[in-house]
């Protein structure tokens, strides 16, 4: 599975950006789609993650309320929504994607990384 991310940017405090993720070869196998992060010489943080068998959502305790994960089946994409946003949320997001789980970690396929940067 390959996974191809877009959307981040640069954006104001409390402004709105929305990332997008398609997920292209075997796909038909995957069982949840989501999204990290990581800032330089940190850990990678789950961010949120949606489930295609029912549309279960997770999130992260630091995004809950502000981001919305959401996925279309049909294109094997997947949306992270991102409104109020805060300087803290400046890192590189990552798109992942596994065959059995939604996970703190150990996806099993990574996309390359999109910079969002927060201004104050």
């Known amino acids: 599975v390959q996974l191809q991310a877009c959307g981040g940017g640069l954006v104001q405090a409390g402004g709105a950006l929305r990332l997008s993720c398609a997920a292209s070869?075997?796909?038909?196998?995957?069982?949840?789609m989501g999204w990290f992060r990581r800032t330089p010489g940190q850990e990678r943080e789950f961010v949120a993650a949606?489930?295609?068998?029912?549309?279960?959502?997770h999130y992260a305790d630091s995004v809950k309320g502000r981001f919305t994960i959401s996925g279309d089946n049909a294109k094997n994409t997947v949306y992270l929504q991102m409104n109020s946003l805060k300087p803290e949320d400046t890192v590189v997001y990552y798109c992942?994607?596994?065959?059995?789980?939604?996970?703190?970690?150990?996806?099993?396929?990574w996309g390359q990384g999109t910079q969002v940067t927060v201004s104050s």
């Open positions: 070869g075997r796909t038909f196998s995957t069982y949840a």
């Open positions: 949606i489930s295609w068998s029912g549309g279960r959502t």
């Open positions: 992942t994607a596994d065959n059995t789980k939604i996970a703190a970690e150990n996806w099993d396929y």
